[in-house]
């Protein structure tokens, strides 16, 4: 039997709060931001007609991410440059220092991990009555990826928005006209 075809494209995968995940979704006219605590889920919907723009600023994240994670790293390595600034062998160094690994590993990837996923930054999107902050992205490199995908449906739901302009002010011949 065939698989049905799902109306939504995942945008982005599950971004992890204090408790909380949550998704991005594309719609046939509309973005979906999916919030889910594990016992409820919340859901709201952008239309894409609706979308006034996007807000990106960049976060602290990815610098205290960076700074975090090499202070412990540096910290958790002294024991070990310390043996081997007085001349113990590498072998004997290593075997009295390998319960630090356990730290330094961790530390290491954390800092690997960073920096290859690169700069981080928050976006907020701007309806014409609210302008949320959607949790699902977090990277800028993913930020460009979903921008990609959604520019063209975007435009083409605006393609059709009539816009009103300032029209110019109506010249009076003096006298009011009755």
Request: some cysteine.
């Amino acid at each position: 039997m065939a698989k049905p075809r799902s109306e939504f494209t995942r945008l982005s995968r599950p971004r992890s709060g204090l408790g909380t995940y949550s998704s991005l979704w594309r719609g046939s006219d509309y973005l979906l931001v999916v919030s889910s605590t594990g016992f409820n889920e919340s859901y709201q919907r952008f239309y894409f007609k609706d979308i006034k723009g996007f807000i990106v600023t960049e976060s602290k994240r990815y610098f205290y991410y960076n700074v975090g994670s090499a202070i412990l790293l540096m910290l958790f390595s002294l024991p070990l440059v310390g043996k081997l600034a007085s001349g113990m062998p590498l072998g004997l160094a290593l075997g009295e220092t390998i319960p630090m690994m356990f730290f330094v590993i961790p530390a290491f990837l954390v800092l690997v991990v960073n920096l290859i996923k690169g700069p981080s930054c928050k976006v907020a999107i701007a309806t014409g009555l609210q302008t949320p902050e959607l949790r699902p992205v977090g990277r800028k490199r993913a930020w460009r990826k979903i921008l990609a995908k959604i520019d063209g449906p975007i435009r083409e739901a605006q393609a059709n928005l009539v816009t009103i302009s300032p029209s110019a002010p109506a010249e009076s011949s003096g006298s009011p006209s009755m």
